[in-house]
């Protein structure tokens, strides 16, 4: 199985400036190890079974972009750090669905909020690129149809699945430089 993750950052102008492209370098830099971890992490789904390539849209953006969207969509009027936007309802793997998988499947779309994910990285005492990979996790995990806010037990097991992904990856990240 291959996993795409196309990314977009709606904040980079034609005549924007060395530091916002040299961060979205960054940005991009990180997106294969995200590729690796979240096909590994689906190969071990059999809702998967069959499928051949599977493709994700990330957007990066700012604050009123994000809040635009979290109004209309979550009737939500603030900003939020990651918004994901499933195809399906449940691709869980614990959620068999009955239809037989395509060979090429969209999960969705993730929005990160920039300015968000700098401050938290900053509150978390972690880099901004650690803190896009954690908030890109937190999103992949929506699409599948986890989701937190259910309950207490929900919010564990979505943890526990952020956690071992986020580890992967930044292990893996390690070993690279």
């Known amino acids: 199985m291959k996993l795409t993750i196309t990314l977009y950052d709606s904040g980079i102008k034609k005549n924007s400036s060395k530091v ?23 190969a ?3 809702q998967f079974t069959g499928v ?23 009737q939500k009027d603030k900003a939020t750090d990651v918004l994901s936007f499933p ?25 990160i909020c920039k300015e968000i994910a700098k401050s938290q990285a900053r509150e978390f005492d972690i880099t901004y690129e650690q803190e896009i990979i954690h908030l890109g996790v937190h999103g992949f995990l929506h699409l599948l149809g986890f989701d937190h806010e259910i309950s207490g037990k929900e919010e564990k097991i979505m ?19």
Do not use: H, W
């Open 20 to 42: 916002a492209k040299l961060e979205s370098n960054k940005i991009s830099g990180l997106i294969p190890s995200l590729e690796k971890s979240f096909v590994l992490f689906l």
């Open 159 to 177: 943890e526990k699945y952020e956690s071992e992904l986020v580890a992967k990856i930044y292990k893996k990240l390690k070993a690279n430089q």
């Open 87 to 111: 195809i399906f309802s449940n691709l869980r793997p614990d959620k068999l669905r009955s239809e037989k998988n395509p060979p090429y499947l969209e999960l969705g779309d993730i929005v």
């Open 52 to 74: 051949k390539q599977v493709s994700i849209s990330m957007t990066l953006c700012g604050k009123k972009k994000i809040q635009g969207l979290n109004q209309k969509y979550r």
């Open 44 to 46: 071990k789904n059999r």
